[in-house]
């Protein structure tokens, strides 16, 4: 959640910094910017790895199954993630927001809406293939095929209404970036939060499925 953090924090300091409520003093010269790309350079090329070595032994042992056209979706969607990530850096993302200068906030904070945007998406996709390849590898009459269906209705659900919510924070949605027109958002960091605490139950469940289902045996 480091991504929606940020834009919650910079959002609202950057609130008290127009209507006179904060000081743009502060410490100068920090940046998370290496750890950022330290974060993606490391993740972004193992999961393309990891994800082509599927593919390699999928098609060439077995067919295809949704499972593995899921993770494809999430690896394109994780990648212009990444990409959306990088350019907001490029634009200030990483520092403190009284240092973002003014002319390239908006291009940030842009940029930051868009890697908003594509994280549900790409997380919901990716769990999504998880459930599915645990139902592709279960025999058809098992009882737990149903609650995993279930699971996976709640993920694509629950997932694209977050990311519809996040087209509706703002009133007009450029205000997100633009604090020039006049407009309002709702409480993200609550939204935000929110949001984590429904992924990681939705996460533990996910992986607490093999421990249920394989603990006595394929029936």
């Known amino acids: ?4 953090d940020w834009a919650a924090t910079a959002l609202k300091v950057r609130q008290a910094l127009d209507e006179g409520g ?3 003093a ?3 010269g920090e940046t998370r910017a290496p750890a950022l790309y330290g974060f993606m350079a490391s993740f972004g090329p193992l999961a ?4 082509s070595l599927r593919f390699y032994a999928r098609i060439r042992f077995v067919k295809l199954g949704w499972d593995d056209i899921t993770i494809a979706i999430g690896m394109v969607l994780y990648t212009g993630l990444i990409i959306a990530t990088v350019e907001a850096i ?9 240092e973002v200068h003014r002319e390239t906030e908006q291009q940030m904070q842009k940029c930051g809406f868009t890697s908003q945007v594509l994280y549900p998406a790409s997380l919901g996709v990716i769990k999504l ?5 645990f139902i592709r590898i279960l025999p058809p009459e098992h009882t737990w095929k149903k609650a995993l269906y279930g699971l996976a209705s ?3 659900v629950s997932e694209t209404a977050f990311t519809v919510a996040l087209f509706l924070q703002c009133r007009p949605l450029n205000y997100y970036w633009d604090k020039t027109v006049e407009g309002t958002c709702f409480d993200q960091p609550k939204f935000y939060y929110v949001d984590a605490a429904l992924n990681m139950a939705t996460d533990l469940v996910i992986l607490s499925v093999p421990w249920f289902v394989f603990r006595g045996g394929l029936p």
Do not use: Q
């Not at 393309?48 to 994800?51: E, R, Y």
């Not at 293939?129 to 390849?133: E, G, N, P, V």
């Open 1 to 4: 959640m480091a991504l929606l």
């Open 22 to 24: 904060g000081s743009t």
């Open 26 to 28: 502060g410490p100068t």
């Open 48 to 51: 393309l790895i990891a994800v």
């Open 90 to 98: 490029k634009y200030g993302l990483g520092v403190h927001i009284w």
């Open 129 to 133: 293939s998880i459930i599915l390849f």
């Open 154 to 156: 709640w993920v694509v």
